[in-house]
């Protein structure tokens, strides 16, 4: 046989076994299944419930209330009530109104009252770029006496940290949150959640709440302040 013959066998054997591939190829990838990707996450949507409810308040290095007026209740005796307790505990802890902050441009504080433990203030801000928290807490009791400084410190947050907590408020709608519901407890704690963007004002304040987003949200702010290693899980309420 002669070598051109060899190599011509060669040759259709070549193309035939390449053609009995791709037949083969072609067929598993259709009786395959359809591969579904996972879906990435779209942050950029955290955001999207503002303004929502708030009310425009300008803010004044002269701003002396800290919460608007009718921002607390819709009934006049209910709101002077709330007002006077929370900010008497505002102003224990030396806190200002958040319109009366012109550093920040974005801010958030949550005021933990609790009927018989000590008083916290957890207050997270933006300036620019750069973001920051401040955690008081007083020694007296939430619901009836402040008392006076029993830890003061403040630091940077990093930007995935403030992230978080703008998804944690998305999640809540915080922004279209009435500002008050229909539960009444007593002996529990007030969860209010204070929160100042782009000349608006907001506020949040629920009863012990044990579940939700809303709840997620403030105790996200807890365990960034690092209470929630020293405060026994009973006083978590």
């Not at 054997?13 to 779209?42: H, Q």
């Not at 505002?90 to 609790?114: G, I, Q, T, V």
Request: aromatic share 14%.
């Amino acid at each position: 046989m002669s070598t051109t013959r060899i190599l011509i066998k060669l040759g259709v054997a070549l193309v035939t076994f390449t053609i009995g591939v791709s037949v083969t190829a072609i067929y598993w990838f259709y009786r395959l299944p359809d591969v579904v990707l996972p879906e990435v996450a779209k942050v950029d949507q955290r955001y999207s419930c503002f303004p929502g409810l708030s009310v425009r308040v300008l803010k004044s290095s002269n701003q002396r209330d800290f919460f608007p007026g009718g921002a607390l209740s819709e009934t006049i005796r209910s709101a002077r009530f709330r007002n006077g307790w929370y900010s008497g505990q505002l102003e224990a802890m030396n806190e200002l109104p958040l319109a009366a902050l012109a550093n920040e441009d974005e801010s958030y504080r949550f005021l933990w009252l609790r009927a018989f433990h000590k008083p916290v203030a957890i207050h997270v801000w933006r300036t620019g770029m750069r973001h920051f928290i401040v955690v008081k807490r007083l020694n007296g009791r939430g619901g009836y006496d402040p008392g006076r400084f029993d830890l003061y410190w403040s630091h940077s947050l990093s930007e995935n940290e403030w992230d978080s907590f703008m998804l944690h408020l998305e999640h809540s709608q915080y922004w279209l949150m009435p500002t008050e519901d229909d539960r009444i407890m007593f002996d529990g704690a007030q969860w209010i959640l204070e929160g100042y963007r782009e000349g608006r004002y907001h506020i949040v304040d629920r009863q012990s709440p044990d579940t939700g987003a809303y709840h997620d949200a403030c105790m996200y702010l807890l365990r960034q302040s690092g209470l929630l290693a020293e405060i026994p899980a009973k006083e978590v309420y």
